[in-house]
């Protein structure tokens, strides 16, 4: 009887470890052309099907490789599917899109990645800030981009969330893939980088009394030294930008303002825009 429950735990405490490994089980990645994703485990591969099934389930689904832009394997190795016209295949490097699938002459955003460069922290709000202030100034400067167009930000945010990609992970991603993703045959990538200091600064206020003598002079009497400290906050920025068109970088430059104060990044950024082969003076 001892060595029947004996077995039973150890069989128990087994299919405890089997489960908990299944469920730790690094997946494979399946990114749509709708931008859908699929986490799951890739079977096989064929010319004309991908078979896989979800964590958890025997069940074999067939999915059309017309329909995959890109598999992330759970080993770390992608694989991206060709998308012109009439060729399905997969391929183990990047591939563009047919031009009719591109709005052509429109230029997108992508999210500007907001870096402290001594604490590697980056902020997510300034991220979308930082975009959504090179957004409008290339709206504010139409006449002087065209004939490009500027997507709209929304649309090219969300484009970029359904295919998992933020100002975290943007970097990562190639040109040419994140043009296939948001059918632009422009993009404009920026990045601020930066670091905080502090100094002091003192002013010292001198006063007193002034009294006459007896030979009708003024003297300076009781003198009064006042000493105040004022403690300032330094931002040392440094700005990269870039410009790409159908995937050739056709612009890049790198920028530090002038003063070291909270939003300096801002007139650099302008600045870099202004002087960009798609500006044009008017």
Request: net charge positive.
């Amino acid at each position: 009887m001892k060595i029947r429950k004996s077995f039973l735990i150890v069989l128990m405490s087994f299919s405890f470890i089997f489960a908990f490994a299944q469920s730790g089980k690094k997946l494979d990645k399946i990114i749509k052309r709708d931008y859908q994703i699929i986490e799951c485990t890739i079977s096989k591969i064929s010319d004309k099907t991908v078979e896989y099934s979800f964590p958890g389930e025997t069940l074999q689904i067939s999915l059309d490789v017309s329909q995959i832009a890109k598999i992330d394997f759970a080993s770390g190795r992608s694989q991206t599917f060709d998308v012109s016209s009439g060729n399905n295949s997969p391929s183990s490097g990047s591939s563009s899109n047919a031009v009719s699938e591109f709005k052509t002459n429109t230029i997108a955003v992508l999210p500007i990645p907001y870096l402290n460069s001594d604490t590697q922290e980056s902020s997510e709000d300034m991220a979308k800030f930082a975009q959504n202030d090179l957004y409008n100034k290339l709206l504010d400067k139409s006449s002087n981009i065209f004939p490009l167009t500027v997507q709209d930000l929304r649309t090219t945010n969300s484009l970029l969330h359904k295919a998992g990609i933020d100002h975290n992970n943007i970097d990562a991603t190639s040109i040419e893939e994140l043009e296939k993703i948001l059918g632009v045959d422009n993009i404009v990538a920026a990045k601020v980088s930066y670091t905080i200091g502090t100094g002091t600064t003192s002013t010292t206020y001198n006063s007193g009394n002034a009294k006459v003598n007896d030979n009708n002079k003024k003297v300076k009497t009781n003198d009064v030294s006042t000493t105040t400290s004022n403690n300032q906050t330094y931002y040392y920025y440094t700005v990269y930008f870039d410009m790409y068109k159908n995937k050739d970088k056709i612009y890049s430059q790198t920028r530090k303002p002038f003063l070291a104060v909270k939003d300096s990044w801002m007139d650099s950024v302008n600045y870099l825009l202004k002087r960009s082969p798609i500006y044009v003076k008017k």
